[in-house]
């Protein structure tokens, strides 16, 4: 099967057969992080950077990881670094960095839509790492991955999502994914944090976290975004954690063999407890590792995609 993408900007330009294709893919680019010697020349010559408009730890480090595990070239610029700081524009910064025969970009920005601009305007690839409030597709990918790992399928499952959804790029590409991947998804989450309408994406929505963790294959604890909010959606901490937190109590209504995941960071005693997030029901360390199998999946699939993957 061949993968002809370009770019990698969200989960909805995806197809089931190919994001089956990145799972195969990146089951197959795992094996390489448990090698004496984690790299392979695959992408030599390649050269992968990594434009990050906002922070981040286990994205960009992962990105990072798995350009040199393919032994690519990786280089990292952030915009306070950069020249936007001068007054340059987004494109014009982009151009010059392809100018420089850059093979990809991956890029993280505030702005919904930026990683869009810049694929509609350049002739490198690339890769969305998370755009406001809109998609995280890599995350999303990692996430099915690793569920999938778990249980085996991604078809038939009850995938709960709770927390902060408004503010969610995670949550609107797993909702896209899982759904496309025949899961069920149920949304949970204060009336003030849950868009509108954000059950044409294909999800349910209740405001009883009882109602979303009953019956669940899956529990994704969402972390509240405090730096994208514009005014108090919730009154404190300890009130939001006694009625959203995901405790030891509250699991008694998910199935027996339920996973716990979490995209990071954790706020631990708030979104999640201690307890949980340690427990043996968590998989959130297992997303971080399959995180770098996944984008290694991406990068060799857009560099290599007019390429058989079975070659």
Same mark, same amino acid.
């Given at each position: 099967?061949?993968?002809?993408?370009?770019?990698?900007?969200?989960?909805?330009?995806?197809?089931?057969?190919?994001?089956?294709?990145?799972?195969?893919?990146?089951?197959?680019?795992?094996?390489?992080?448990?090698?004496?010697?984690?790299?392979?020349?695959?992408?030599?010559?390649?050269?992968?950077?990594?434009?990050?408009?906002?922070?981040?730890?286990?994205?960009?480090?992962?990105?990072? /990881? =798995?350009?040199?595990?393919?032994? &690519? !070239?990786? %280089?990292?610029?952030?915009?306070?670094?950069?020249?936007?700081? *001068? +007054?340059?524009?987004?494109?014009?910064?982009?151009?010059?960095?392809?100018?420089?025969?850059?093979?990809?970009?991956?890029?993280?920005?505030?702005?919904?839509?930026?990683?869009?601009?810049?694929?509609?305007?350049?002739?490198?690839?690339?890769?969305?790492?998370?755009?406001?409030?809109?998609?995280?597709?890599?995350?999303?990918?990692?996430?099915?991955?690793?569920?999938?790992?778990?249980?085996?399928?991604?078809?038939?499952?009850?995938?709960?999502?709770?927390?902060?959804?408004?503010?969610?790029?995670?949550?609107?590409?797993?909702?896209?994914?899982?759904?496309?991947?025949?899961?069920?998804?149920?949304?949970?989450?204060?009336?003030?944090?849950?868009?509108?309408?954000?059950?044409?994406?294909?999800?349910?929505?209740?405001?009883? /976290? =009882?109602?979303?963790?009953?019956? &669940? !294959?899956? %529990?994704?604890?969402?972390?509240?975004?405090?730096?994208?909010? *514009? +005014?108090?959606?919730?009154?404190?901490?300890?009130?939001?954690?006694?009625?959203?937190?995901?405790?030891?109590?509250?699991?008694?209504?998910?199935?027996?063999?339920?996973?716990?995941?979490?995209?990071?960071?954790?706020?631990?005693?708030?979104?999640?407890?201690?307890?949980?997030?340690?427990?043996?029901?968590?998989?959130?360390?297992?997303?971080?590792?399959?995180?770098?199998?996944?984008?290694?999946?991406?990068?060799?699939?857009?560099?290599?995609?007019?390429?058989?993957?079975?070659?």
């Amino acid at each position: 099967m061949q993968f002809a993408k370009k770019d990698i900007l969200d989960i909805a330009s995806l197809s089931a057969e190919d994001i089956t294709l990145i799972l195969d893919t990146a089951e197959k680019m795992k094996e390489i992080s448990s090698r004496p010697v984690k790299k392979v020349p695959t992408l030599r010559g390649k050269t992968v950077v990594l434009f990050f408009y906002e922070a981040s730890t286990r994205t960009r480090t992962s990105f990072d /990881i =798995a350009a040199k595990r393919l032994s &690519a !070239d990786s %280089i990292s610029i952030s915009a306070s670094t950069s020249s936007i700081v *001068k +007054g340059e524009t987004l494109i014009d910064t982009a151009k010059n960095i392809e100018a420089m025969n850059a093979d990809v970009i991956v890029m993280r920005h505030s702005s919904s839509g930026a990683p869009h601009l810049l694929a509609r305007s350049l002739k490198a690839s690339v890769i969305n790492a998370g755009d406001g409030t809109h998609a995280h597709p890599s995350q999303a990918l990692l996430d099915m991955m690793t569920v999938r790992e778990n249980k085996g399928t991604l078809k038939g499952l009850r995938i709960a999502i709770i927390g902060d959804i408004l503010h969610s790029r995670v949550a609107r590409s797993n909702i896209a994914g899982f759904t496309k991947m025949g899961s069920e998804v149920v949304l949970a989450g204060p009336p003030t944090m849950m868009p509108r309408d954000i059950e044409s994406l294909g999800a349910a929505v209740t405001y009883n /976290i =009882a109602e979303a963790v009953e019956g &669940a !294959d899956v %529990i994704m604890m969402l972390r509240i975004q405090k730096e994208r909010q *514009k +005014g108090f959606l919730f009154s404190t901490e300890r009130e939001y954690a006694a009625v959203y937190g995901l405790s030891k109590k509250r699991l008694e209504g998910a199935k027996k063999d339920v996973l716990i995941m979490h995209p990071g960071p954790v706020n631990r005693g708030v979104e999640i407890s201690p307890e949980v997030a340690d427990g043996p029901y968590s998989i959130i360390l297992d997303q971080v590792t399959n995180g770098v199998a996944v984008r290694m999946s991406l990068l060799y699939l857009v560099l290599g995609g007019a390429r058989n993957v079975a070659d």
